[in-house]
């Protein structure tokens, strides 16, 4: 069964940058073409909302609150998936998960997070105006 762990998130002043990171482990692994990863955020009170997306056949999808500020990267050989945050803003605070599911789909729809069931278990990013 596929696992995910996210690592680091932290504190950033407003105009940072920060660099999360995802091991993928089990199967199947990140390098199958069916297999979609993605970064999603969770803010005090708020719904779970996707943030970038990186399908098996290398399509690329971005939020638009964050397009032009993140990017996301897949390492395959690695088994990594990186979500780089520059220009970061207060309103980027949150709790990022790695998530993974059978295709994209449509991720960035409302509450599609709960259609998912892999999981990381979260980093926090804080970023201070």
């Known amino acids: 069964q596929m696992q995910l762990a996210e690592s680091g998130g932290g504190s950033e002043q407003a105009g940072g940058s920060l660099r999360l990171s995802c091991v993928v482990s089990?199967?199947?692994?990140?390098?199958?073409?069916?297999?979609?990863l993605g970064w999603f955020r969770q803010a005090p009170g708020n719904e779970r909302e996707a943030v970038a997306t990186?399908?098996?056949?290398?399509?690329?999808g971005y939020a638009p609150s964050v397009k032009g500020r993140f990017n996301i990267s897949r390492d395959n050989i690695k088994h990594t998936l990186y979500l780089q945050m520059n220009s970061l803003k207060p309103e980027d605070t949150a709790t990022y998960y790695c998530?993974?599911?059978?295709?994209?789909?449509?991720?960035?729809?409302?509450?599609?997070?709960?259609?998912?069931?892999?999981w990381g278990q979260g980093t926090q990013v804080n970023v201070s105006s």
């Open positions: 089990g199967s199947p692994y990140a390098s199958d073409r069916s297999v979609c």
């Open positions: 998530a993974a599911g059978l295709g994209c789909g449509n991720w960035f729809a409302p509450r599609a997070y709960r259609f998912l069931e892999i």
């Open positions: 990186f399908d098996g056949d290398g399509t690329i």
